[in-house]
């Protein structure tokens, strides 16, 4: 299944969650077993022969791409979430939002240090996300091989604020 028959999977929500926003649904997508399976398949095929160490997924969606990439790349996973929900010692980074401020974490690992990794979400908009997490993961000291996602919104310019290379199975 190649990224326009993917692209029947995916739902579009006009004015959600607000008027003005097209919403993109990947949950008739993820209740496909055959979708889901492509989906992942094309998120980690650019990466098979980059010597990616491990993948990393950003919550929430990221982590329902994020692991089986990991494992179709023979990798393990790790976890950019929230503030809050990681035990132990954090490397936080804070980004803007429209109205505001957001921030994400990772754990401190010294085994990232000099891994090569991948970063992977369900969809790419604005990048202000997917920017602070490439920033956490080079703080923490991994080379950000690409980002890779189910989805971009090339309208929104995300690709060239993450200041990583990307990939995007399927580009609106």
């Not at 094309?42 to 692991?67: D, K, N, T, W």
């Not at 929230?82 to 035990?87: H, I, R, V």
């Not at 189910?150 to 995007?168: D, S, V, W």
Request: hydrophobic letters at 45%; proline letters at 6%; glycine letters at 10%.
């Amino acid at each position: 299944m190649n990224a326009d028959a993917l692209r029947k999977w995916i739902r579009s929500v006009p004015d959600f969650p607000k008027p003005g926003i097209l919403f993109r649904d990947i949950t008739p997508l993820l209740q496909n077993p055959a979708a889901l399976n492509a989906s992942v398949g094309e998120i980690a095929a650019p990466f098979r022969e980059q010597g990616v160490e491990r993948v990393f997924g950003i919550e929430s969606r990221g982590f329902l791409f994020g692991a089986p990439v990991a494992l179709e790349l023979g990798t393990g996973f790790g976890l950019i979430r929230k503030p809050g929900k990681l035990p132990g010692p954090v490397h936080q980074q804070r980004y803007a939002l429209e109205y505001g401020e957001d921030a994400v974490e990772i754990q401190q690992d010294k085994e990232l240090e000099g891994q090569r990794v991948l970063l992977v979400d369900d969809l790419l908009a604005s990048g202000g996300t997917a920017a602070a997490a490439v920033a956490l993961l080079r703080q923490s000291g991994a080379e950000v091989v690409a980002c890779a996602f189910l989805i971009e919104l090339c309208k929104l310019e995300g690709r060239a604020r993450t200041g990583a290379p990307c990939h995007a199975v399927i580009r609106y």
